[in-house]
């Protein structure tokens, strides 16, 4: 039995089993301090019974660091396509080798999804790999869908799908698009 529970700073010194897959990004440890500082009530762990961390997701709410367009911002009347409202973000999930397929994935965006609706987001979001077709089936069955493609995304050049998630404040899903994969964008449209 694994227990999801908050992150603390110890457990910075326990992941590093969970960051050995490619495609997880790993940062040093001043960033993660940073979400830990920031958002805690975002920042969770999977712990095993044996006390090893088995997966964990750093999120945060957000908004464009510039005022809204219209005031208060409704998607409806919002003139400008790259501002972003106020919103739960996942900046980085990740789950052990040995405790995928488990169900830990969705716990943990559950998690940071049930935390951003309290605080009354409009959506949660995340970047995805173009290539990790894996991780986008996993988001597409939890609900998520494609918002645009950012062009270059990452550093090694390759694009990232910028996925989302409607929320209760977004009765009307209008923070969500069909056929997002064919809306195309800058990396500097995405702050």
């Given at each position: 039995?694994?227990?999801?529970?908050?992150?603390?700073?110890?457990?910075?010194?326990?992941?590093?089993s969970t960051n050995l897959d490619p495609l997880t990004e790993t940062y040093h440890i001043g960033f993660y301090l940073?979400?830990?500082?920031?958002?805690?009530?975002?920042?969770?762990?999977?712990?095993?019974?044996?006390?090893?961390?088995?997966?964990?997701?750093?999120?945060?709410?957000?908004?464009?660091?510039?005022?809204?367009?219209?005031?208060?911002?409704?998607?409806?009347?919002?003139?400008?396509?790259?501002?972003?409202?106020?919103?739960?973000?996942?900046?980085?999930?990740?789950?052990?080798?040995?405790?995928?397929?488990?169900?830990?994935?969705?716990?943990?965006?559950?998690?940071?999804?049930?935390?951003?609706?309290?605080?009354?987001?409009?959506?949660v979001d995340l970047f995805v790999r173009a290539s990790n077709e894996i991780a986008q089936e996993l988001y597409r069955?939890?609900?998520?869908?494609?918002?645009?493609?950012?062009?270059?995304?990452?550093?090694?050049?390759?694009?990232?799908?910028?996925?989302?998630?409607?929320?209760?404040?977004?009765?009307?899903?209008?923070?969500?698009?069909?056929?997002?994969?064919?809306?195309?964008?800058?990396?500097?449209?995405?702050?």
């Amino acid at each position: 039995m694994s227990t999801v529970r908050a992150m603390r700073p110890n457990d910075l010194f326990k992941i590093s089993s969970t960051n050995l897959d490619p495609l997880t990004e790993t940062y040093h440890i001043g960033f993660y301090l940073e979400y830990l500082t920031k958002w805690p009530d975002l920042c969770r762990v999977i712990e095993g019974m044996d006390g090893n961390i088995e997966g964990y997701i750093l999120g945060k709410l957000e908004s464009s660091p510039y005022p809204s367009p219209v005031t208060p911002f409704h998607p409806s009347t919002n003139p400008d396509p790259n501002y972003l409202p106020w919103h739960g973000h996942i900046t980085a999930l990740t789950i052990a080798p040995s405790a995928r397929r488990l169900g830990h994935a969705t716990r943990l965006t559950e998690a940071l999804e049930q935390q951003s609706d309290a605080a009354n987001a409009w959506f949660v979001d995340l970047f995805v790999r173009a290539s990790n077709e894996i991780a986008q089936e996993l988001y597409r069955k939890m609900g998520y869908s494609v918002y645009r493609r950012v062009v270059d995304y990452y550093n090694d050049g390759e694009d990232a799908f910028d996925m989302r998630k409607s929320l209760s404040r977004d009765k009307n899903r209008e923070c969500v698009r069909e056929k997002g994969e064919e809306v195309r964008v800058k990396p500097d449209h995405v702050w």
